[in-house]
């Protein structure tokens, strides 16, 4: 039982480069939340999915997409990275009480 | 608007002390409390939660916290701090109605001196 994984761990990306993270939870949750972690501002939401197919916008949404096409899975792309974007990032999912987080990746745009 | 706030960024304590870090929030209805600790490069653990019922719930690592309705308040104790109880704590909402979204303080970094 792995909990909730994230991939990858690291990552530097130039400006105006793409790429997908990507959560996968083993524990059949139904929500599942992209945060994002900057020093002093605690976690801020990006997008959040209450179920397959599902997804919403958080408090920070822009310059960032998601998908679930499958329960377990939750991907959130970049389409045109920013410095801006440079942060750590954080999945979890819940069944609607406590969530369960992942260990996060933590990406630098250059 | 719907916030929480953990009005300390920091709370310096030494070994073997008790240890309180605060946490209060504006919600509208019953909303579910937790606490998450963050060590240094890792994700958020759970530690606890208050969903109904007693009002002291005890958690793990020998951690409590005490939900007050009245003060909507929802500090974490422990009565005695361990160096190891260093890291960063999060106290977060998740309103009952109209949102599965959760709402996050901005973390108290706990310092437990030997």
């Known amino acids: 039982n792995a909990g909730v994984t994230q991939t990858p761990k690291f990552r530097v990306l130039k400006t105006g480069q793409s790429m997908t993270l990507l959560c996968a939870q083993d524990?059949?949750?139904?929500?599942m939340y992209w945060y994002r972690q900057d020093p002093g501002m605690g976690l801020r939401l990006i997008h959040y999915?209450?179920?397959?197919?599902?997804?919403a916008k958080g408090e920070v949404p822009d310059g960032y997409n998601v998908s679930r096409l499958k329960k377990q899975n939750f991907l959130l792309g970049l389409e045109s990275a920013a410095p801006s974007q440079t942060s750590v990032y954080f999945c979890?999912?819940?069944?609607?009480?406590?969530?369960?987080f992942g260990p996060g990746t933590r990406l630098t745009v250059t | 608007a719907q916030s929480v706030a953990q009005p300390e960024d920091q709370v310096n304590v030494a070994e073997g002390n008790p240890l309180t870090v605060k946490c209060t929030y504006s919600?509208?209805?019953?909303?579910?409390l937790f606490w998450y600790v963050q060590y240094p490069n890792r994700g958020l653990q759970f530690l606890l939660k208050?969903?109904?019922?007693?009002?002291l719930v005890k958690g793990s690592y020998g951690f409590e916290a005490e939900f007050n309705k009245s003060q909507t308040s929802f500090h974490l104790k422990k009565p005695s701090a361990l160096v190891s109880d260093s890291a960063l704590y999060f106290c977060?909402?998740?309103?009952?109605?109209?949102?599965?979204?959760?709402?996050f303080g901005t973390g108290t970094r706990l310092k437990v001196l030997a």
């Open positions: 208050y969903i109904t019922g007693d009002n």
């Open positions: 979890a999912s819940s069944e609607a009480r406590e969530q369960y």
């Open positions: 977060a909402v998740r309103p009952t109605s109209g949102t599965y979204k959760y709402i």
């Open positions: 524990m059949n949750h139904e929500y």
């Open positions: 919600v509208s209805g019953n909303p579910y």
């Open positions: 999915s209450v179920g397959e197919g599902t997804t």
